[in-house]
């Protein structure tokens, strides 16, 4: 039977079922017996059957489309998280639609071409998203989950990298190869993320006895790192052994800028630790000793929980966290 005539009900009588039999099998989380849904799956096989997903979406209080809302793809973990998300949900039978919400936009628009497309779940990521927002997006009946970050306001689930258990790790890491005199420098003034990371690197130093040299503005841009590297070579951090930094790219910057105002090499006995593990963080130009971000699992777990509340019907709250790891290279 050619594949553009084969249609559910073919499958059905296939099958031995009902057409909306066929359709609750290739729903992720409907229920239908597991004996019955592999003689659909085998009846679909043998007849080349391909359900259209969107139109199944487009007809179903339980949409399988799920709207995201991305941070800057100039960052490059934003991209790597991106790639990570999506994958997670097509392999559970989810669309994922996704979209970039920049300073000015119109968040009415964006909510109404959601709502077009019968989006039910949005996930938010790696932005400092305000809590008016998120209250929108409930108003327009659109469930929001959080990734990369919670809602300190309690409004919605999320699912987070404990970044601010990554921190720690990174300062222990630091003292334990004998540095006495580490910096920081913080991400983004006002970020969630920022904040969460410097708690880390702060409480960190501080259960072991230390206080940092000095305490820097930074950034997330591979530009802030450079910037900053100016006050090595200035003197103005002369003997500082140690240096948190707010992610990677930031790192890469510092360490670059530092190779080409000291003749092609890092200072003697400086050690730097990076934060998220970019896919540059393990160039050979880089080998950024830096702090994972669980990207898989937070992924994972991202999926399962709309899995849940599509299966529900209701909305889940809870908080998610995943912890990071530290990963080792030369720069540390």
């Not at 659909?40 to 969107?54: H, Q």
């Not at 909510?111 to 497309?117: D, L, P």
């Not at 050690?271 to 990207?295: C, H, K, N, Y």
Request: with cysteine.
């Amino acid at each position: 039977m050619p594949y553009d005539r084969v249609t559910a009900d073919d499958v059905a009588l296939r099958a031995g079922v009902s057409r909306s039999t066929v359709s609750r099998a290739f729903s992720p989380g409907r229920p239908v017996q597991q004996e019955t849904r592999q003689r659909i799956f085998e009846a679909a096989e043998e007849l080349g059957y391909r359900p259209n997903a969107l139109a199944q979406a487009l007809t179903s209080r339980r949409s399988q489309i799920v709207g995201i809302m991305m941070g800057e793809l100039s960052n490059p973990i934003h991209a790597v998280l991106h790639q990570a998300l999506s994958h997670a949900l097509q392999s559970n039978g989810f669309i994922p639609i996704s979209a970039q919400l920049a300073p000015g936009d119109d968040v009415g628009t964006m909510i109404a071409t959601f709502q077009q497309y019968q989006v039910g779940i949005v996930i938010l990521t790696s932005m400092n998203v305000p809590s008016n927002l998120i209250r929108r997006f409930q108003e327009a009946d659109l469930q929001v989950l959080l990734l990369n970050r919670v809602d300190e306001d309690g409004m919605t689930a999320s699912v987070s990298a404990d970044v601010t258990q990554g921190g720690q790790l990174a300062a222990r890491y630091l003292v334990d190869r004998g540095c006495k005199r580490i910096a920081i420098a913080r991400g983004t003034a006002g970020n969630w993320t920022s904040e969460a990371r410097l708690a880390g690197h702060m409480s960190g130093l501080e259960r072991l006895g230390l206080t940092p040299v000095d305490l820097l503005d930074g950034g997330y841009a591979y530009g802030d790192g450079q910037r900053v590297a100016e006050a090595f070579t200035s003197g103005a951090l002369a003997g500082c052994d140690g240096m948190l930094c707010p992610n990677d790219l930031f790192a890469i910057g510092f360490m670059d800028r530092l190779r080409s105002l000291s003749g092609g090499r890092l200072p003697e006995g400086l050690r730097i630790i990076g934060f998220d593990d970019i896919p540059m963080a393990g160039w050979e130009s880089s080998q950024l000793t830096t702090i994972r971000l669980p990207v898989a699992a937070m992924a994972a777990r991202a999926t399962d929980v709309i899995a849940r509340i599509v299966a529900q019907n209701d909305p889940v709250e809870e908080r998610i966290w995943i912890p990071c790891r530290l990963i080792e290279r030369a720069s540390a």
